[in-house]
């Protein structure tokens, strides 16, 4: 997975983290969240405040 595998990202993060209210993470945490998942395999650089809100949104519409 890279950053710009959203759709994807949250769907892991959702199963990775069931109990997290995404609304509620900050994006440090959720950067080093998504780097920890498996299968990820991407640049921190290639990370920013954009890509962190998509993820974030997403997580929050598949929470739902």
Do not use: Y
């Given at each position: 997975?890279?950053?710009?595998?959203?759709?994807?990202?949250?769907?892991e993060l959702v199963e990775a983290h069931p109990d997290v209210d995404p609304t509620r993470v900050n994006?440090?945490?959720?950067m080093n969240w998504v780097r920890a998942l498996p299968g990820f395999d991407d640049d921190p650089k290639h990370c920013g405040e954009k890509i962190l809100e998509a993820i974030q949104?997403?997580?929050?519409?598949?929470?739902?």
């Amino acid at each position: 997975m890279k950053w710009t595998d959203i759709s994807d990202i949250a769907i892991e993060l959702v199963e990775a983290h069931p109990d997290v209210d995404p609304t509620r993470v900050n994006f440090v945490d959720l950067m080093n969240w998504v780097r920890a998942l498996p299968g990820f395999d991407d640049d921190p650089k290639h990370c920013g405040e954009k890509i962190l809100e998509a993820i974030q949104a997403a997580w929050i519409e598949e929470k739902e």
